[in-house]
Nanobody
Framework: QVQLAESGGRLVQAGGSLRLACAAS????????LGWFRQAPGKEREFVAV????????YYADSVKGRFTISRDNAENMVYLQMNSLKPEDTAVYYC??????????????????WGQGTQVTVSS
């Protein structure tokens, strides 16, 4: 079992930067992909980015490509989401999630087995 906990969410001005962190409760194998999703009020949970824990493969949603970067520190069981050039439409609760499947890239929420509690990111204009 994998437990995940996000941190780093806060209020930030449009155009600013923020780094979110996700800590895993145990070391994951290279079969786990770690992803970021977000959900704004009244909207469906949407895919943001994913990284292969045991490799170097990443994939991003078109809405964040070129602005966000997902990275990992396997020794510390951490995954990060560096968010640059933030926009008000990035405002949402951000969740990290773990996928034990094999399909690449996993972009649907139902593909993920474990979820964190979420961290609020608010981008002001």
């Amino acid at each position: 079992q994998v437990q995940l906990a996000e941190s780093g969410g806060r209020l930030v001005q449009a155009g600013g930067s923020l780094r979110l962190a996700c800590a895993a409760s145990r070391r994951t194998s290279n079969t786990y992909r770690l992803g970021w999703f977000r959900q704004a009020p009244g909207k469906e949970r949407e895919f943001v980015a994913v990284i292969n824990w045991g490799g170097a493969s990443t994939y991003y949603a078109d809405s964040v490509k070129g602005r966000f970067t997902i990275s990992r520190d396997n020794a510390e069981n951490m995954v990060y989401l560096q968010m640059n050039s933030l926009k008000p439409e990035d405002t949402a609760v951000y969740y990290c999630a773990a996928d034990s499947g094999s399909r690449w890239p996993p972009t649907a929420a139902y593909e993920y087995d474990y979820w964190g509690q979420g961290t609020q990111v608010t981008v002001s204009s």
